[in-house]
Nanobody, 126 residues
Framework: QVQLAESGGGLVQAGGSLRLSCAASGGAFSSYHMGWFRQAPGKEREFVATINWSGGSTYYADSVKGRFTISRDNAKNAVYLQMNSLEPEDTAVYYC???????????????????WGQGTQVTVSS
């Protein structure tokens, strides 16, 4: 099973930016579709963004569209989430996830992802 580890979280003021990284090991990363999810205290985990194996296709939740950018570097076995114009509502633990079966359209259901990182905390102050 693919192992994932997130980094780059922290405390930022509203309007600021953060770049999250996810390092993968234990699998053929260049063949895997990847995703980012987040979970705020007391709330269920929700979809943020996903990217296909080559990086040629991406998809975003409406709440982050135009502000967040998902990307990947297969030579480094890494996926990234650039977060701009952050809002207090973005405060959550952010998780990297791996390996949905994406054939026709992107996968937003967390049940379709088989590998997960431990998460990194993002806190946005007013």
């Amino acid at each position: 099973q693919v192992q994932l580890a997130e980094s780059g979280g922290g405390l930022v003021q509203a309007g600021g930016s953060l770049r999250l990284s996810c390092a993968a090991s234990g699998g053929a990363f260049s063949s895997y579709h990847m995703g980012w999810f987040r979970q705020a205290p007391g709330k269920e985990r929700e979809f943020v963004a996903t990217i296909n194996w080559s990086g040629g296709s991406t998809y975003y939740a409406d709440s982050v569209k135009g502000r967040f950018t998902i990307s990947r570097d297969n030579a480094k076995n890494a996926v990234y989430l650039q977060m701009n114009s952050l809002e207090p509502e973005d405060t959550a633990v952010y998780y990297c996830a791996c390996c949905p079966k994406w054939l026709v359209r992107p996968i937003t259901d967390q049940r379709e992802y088989s590998s997960w990182g431990q998460g990194t905390q993002v806190t946005v102050s007013s």
